[in-house]
């Protein structure tokens, strides 16, 4: 998905768009900055159902809509040159707990073997502020 289907949900109600992760990732920030209260959102199904790229989503857009608040605002610091911006590297994260804690199955060729807990934390602008990950 690019920055057009994230522009598409981003600030809508789910009665004014199609069903689709973003409208639910939408819905928990919007609720989160109107009512200053965390939001939860639990990813469940069988094996092979999506659920790692269901959380990938989730993650992409919150990364995208807390990038989209600060264009203009350009970081040239060094930290940001070598380590990436925050939400580059909460993107950047899964890819490297797959290489530990995935395999093939019957059903699916790169199985998630493990759970994650994500917390991302946003400031009271709602700018992505830290994450952790639980495994």
């Given at each position: ?70 264009r203009g605002k350009k970081d040239t610091t060094n930290a940001n040159k070598v380590l990436g911006t925050l939400e580059d590297q909460i993107i950047q994260a899964n890819p490297a ?39």
């Amino acid at each position: 998905y690019n920055a057009e289907v994230v522009a598409a949900y981003r600030g809508k109600k789910r009665s004014e768009a199609p069903p689709h992760i973003f409208s639910i990732s939408n819905n928990a920030y919007q609720y989160m900055l109107t009512d200053r209260e965390n939001q939860s959102i639990l990813i469940t199904g069988e094996s092979g159902a999506g659920k790692t790229v269901n959380t990938k989503r989730v993650i992409q857009y919150f990364a995208s809509i807390a990038a989209i608040g600060d264009r203009g605002k350009k970081d040239t610091t060094n930290a940001n040159k070598v380590l990436g911006t925050l939400e580059d590297q909460i993107i950047q994260a899964n890819p490297a707990l797959e290489a530990f804690g995935n395999a093939k199955t019957v059903r699916n060729d790169n199985s998630s073997r493990f759970g994650k807990f994500i917390r991302i934390h946003f400031g009271a602008t709602g700018k992505l502020a830290s994450a952790d990950i639980e495994t």
